[in-house]
């Protein structure tokens, strides 16, 4: 009965590789999300997408690629990986409108060594 | 741009005392406010939303928070605190159109037995 599944939940990789968060929500949402919580747990919208059209890029780097195949899915694509990608990442989902909560995934931990 | 301001890092209570989160706003035009709570290892969980009308929300787990256009702010209480009610809260922002969910730096409470 989950809502917003994030895989995988722990992600440990070298400087340098290309790595893939998968996203997906059963709620019936058609808008989704993806953040980034830093070790200060600051936290910054990356992308939106509404029906599986890129609506926000809050300047990153063109390294991260999401893709959303349909309206229940939204990967996280990462080119090239650097120390500074370590955060964790967090997929989250809503109805339309800037009026409406959003639901988180649990959070996908990324490590760079 | 907007932004959210939450002055305080740490707030701590004793259990059965009322709580305070504070959270100060800034944008151009009508805010849409939201509180949210993260657990450890945990994605964000939706607690309560001011949009419009009845500056006193209510929301989930006992919270409510109120709405201050003068001085924009938008403080969560609690009346009795729980030790369960520990973790960390977020206040979040957004406004009409492409905008982002911008949220504080977020709020650690520790309701203490």
């Known amino acids: 009965d989950t809502a917003v599944s994030q895989t995988p939940k722990y992600l440990v990789t070298q400087m340098g590789n290309d790595k893939s968060i998968k996203c997906e929500q059963n709620?019936?949402?058609?808008?989704m999300y993806w953040y980034k919580q830093d070790s200060k747990k600051f936290l910054k919208i990356m992308f939106s997408y509404n029906n599986k059209e890129l609506i926000i890029n809050e300047t990153v780097p063109n390294r991260f690629s999401p893709k959303s195949p349909d309206k229940a899915h939204l990967n996280l694509h990462i080119n090239s990986l650097e120390l500074g990608d370590s955060a964790v990442y967090f997929c989250?989902?809503?109805?339309?409108?800037?009026?409406?909560?959003?639901?988180f995934g649990d959070g996908t931990r990324l490590s760079i060594l | 741009a907007q932004s959210v301001a939450q002055p305080e890092d740490q707030v701590n209570v004793a259990e059965g005392n009322p709580l305070t989160v504070k959270c100060t706003y800034s944008v151009s035009g009508n805010p849409y406010l939201f509180w949210y709570v993260q657990y450890p290892n945990r994605g964000l969980q939706f607690l309560l939303k001011?949009?419009?009308?009845?500056?006193l929300v209510k929301g989930s787990y006992g919270f409510e928070a109120e709405f201050n256009k003068s001085q924009t702010s938008f403080h969560l209480k609690k009346p009795s605190a729980l030790v369960s009610d520990s973790a960390l809260y977020f206040c979040a922002v957004r406004v009409l159109g492409n905008t982002p969910l911008v949220f504080g730096k977020g709020t650690r409470l520790s309701v203490i037995a």
């Open positions: 001011y949009i419009t009308g009845d500056n």
């Open positions: 989250a989902s809503s109805l339309q409108g800037n009026n409406q909560p959003q639901h």
């Open positions: 709620l019936g949402h058609d808008t």
